[in-house]
């Protein structure tokens, strides 16, 4: 098991810590991480991949990596993903080399993934500070999907009942933050990650 954490003993080489973000789609997650890190750029976030179809204003290698299914599917095989999931019909997973470098140069590198994701990253990294991301109702989370215009009745409809899914297993995560106010969020994830010892 690999030992993650920020601690120093003697002189050896501290790892930094690995922070597991999870959240239903419409929690607003990627909106809190984009803050935190704009606050604290000494984080490093881990950029996934995913077989979703682009978004308009997404950018390869900066929201995402996008790749066809059997690219994906080839790097599972490889053993090139740290952890990978299906979500809504498409692969999303964790590119491994960029993370455990990081970790290695003792820098701390912060996950955006799905449930299942964590699930993995969890039994490989029991030391990974995990915090799940959580809306105010689920019918703000509706409301929220709604307006975001990317998907249609249907994919809303999916979305919502993963939501459901998913906040049954907020109770597996170190810390649950609720999203009604993004700088209270925010600090509040903060004070979670930079708490003195």
Do not use: C, W
Not at 33 to 46: A, G, N, T, V
Not at 78 to 98: I, Q, W
Not at 115 to 120: E, K, W
């Amino acid at each position: 098991m690999n030992n993650i954490n920020m601690n120093t003993v003697g002189n050896e080489k501290t790892k930094g810590m690995l922070i597991v973000v999870s959240g239903p789609s419409g929690s607003g997650k990627g909106t809190v991480i984009k803050r935190l890190l704009e606050k604290r750029p000494e984080i490093y976030l881990s950029v996934s991949a995913t077989t979703r179809p682009k978004r308009e204003n997404e950018e390869d290698g900066v929201h995402y990596y996008f790749m066809n299914k059997t690219e994906f599917e080839r790097k599972i095989k490889a053993g090139e993903m740290l952890e990978h999931a299906v979500f809504a019909e498409n692969y999303y997973g964790t590119p491994a080399s960029y993370v455990l470098e990081r970790l290695e140069n003792g820098q701390n590198v912060l996950l955006e993934i799905e449930v299942d994701g964590a699930g993995q990253i969890l039994t490989k990294y029991r030391d990974a500070l995990t915090v799940f991301i959580s809306p105010p109702s689920m019918d703000e989370l509706r409301r929220r999907l709604q307006k975001r215009g990317t998907e249609n009745e249907r994919m809303i409809q999916k979305r919502t009942k993963i939501a459901f899914r998913e906040m049954r297993e907020r109770g597996n995560y170190d810390y649950i933050v609720i999203n009604d106010d993004l700088e209270r969020a925010v600090t509040e994830i903060e004070n979670i990650i930079f708490k003195p010892n």
